[in-house]
């Protein structure tokens, strides 16, 4: 079974350029997540999707941050324009479903340095 | 909000000892789930133990095995029998049970193993 694929595995930027982030689940996955890891904490949850509905969107920054899940599939995290406290390590899961016990499956991560 | 705390920056084991790591949490809810995730280099979390709140018996592993008190918060990780491989950062999470609830992760625990 292929894992979570996420690319680019590296990004440099300058600040206040845009970079994309890809992310293609396990296949058959319906819930999707973005997690934003800063050096030295625990990831934190941009957006979850089930399909290509957002469910929790809560802890996206919005002026800067987008993200997208078009035919419930893969998935592109947008950054525009980025500041220099993105830098992160941006990760993806999925899930089979929404159930709270559920495993979550995790892609190897996109690491941004911001410039 | 809930919050999950990992008071262990860092901790070393010797090869084939036991190590046991440590995770408090806080909330207000009575039914919730914890787990346990390990990240290697690579940085592909990966699930090793979970634990339903409303379960009383201590989830096991193989070599993983918890120590859930209820009562205290207090959610730690025990490796027995530590391996070369077992080395990476471990995070503690918690989601409650709730749908669409999102996964909290603490700062995690950086794990050496020495051989």
């Known amino acids: 079974e292929a894992g979570v694929a996420q690319s680019p595995r590296y990004k440099i930027i300058e600040k206040r350029q845009s970079v994309a982030f890809w992310c293609n689940p396990i296949s058959g996955h319906a819930t999707l997540y973005w997690y934003q890891q800063i050096l030295g904490q625990g990831p934190k949850l941009l957006i979850q999707?089930?399909?290509?509905?957002?469910?929790?969107d809560s802890q996206l920054p919005k002026d800067r941050f987008s993200a997208e899940r078009l035919k419930g599939v893969d998935s592109t995290l947008k950054i525009q324009p980025a500041k220099l406290e993105d830098s992160a390590v941006y990760l993806c899961?999925?899930?089979?479903?929404?159930?709270?016990?559920?495993?979550?499956?995790f892609g190897s991560g996109t690491q941004l340095s911001v410039l | 909000a809930q919050t999950v705390t990992q008071s262990q920056p860092e901790m070393s084991v010797q090869e084939a000892e036991t190590v046991t790591l440590s995770c408090t949490y806080d909330?207000?809810?009575?039914?919730?789930?914890l787990f346990w995730y390990k990240q290697p280099p690579s940085r592909q979390m990966i699930l090793v133990i979970r634990?339903?709140?409303?379960?009383?018996q201590n989830a096991t592993e193989n070599r993983f095995s918890v120590n859930f008190q209820k009562a205290a918060k207090s959610f730690s990780l025990k490796i027995s029998d530590s391996q070369l491989g077992d080395a990476a950062m471990y995070f503690c999470a918690y989601r409650k049970e709730t749908s669409g609830s999102r996964l909290t992760f603490g700062e995690g625990t950086q794990l050496t193993v020495n051989p």
């Open positions: 999707f089930q399909n290509n509905g957002v469910v929790d």
């Open positions: 909330t207000s809810e009575s039914d919730y789930y």
């Open positions: 899961a999925s899930s089979p479903r929404q159930g709270l016990n559920e495993k979550l499956f």
């Open positions: 634990q339903e709140a409303y379960k009383q």
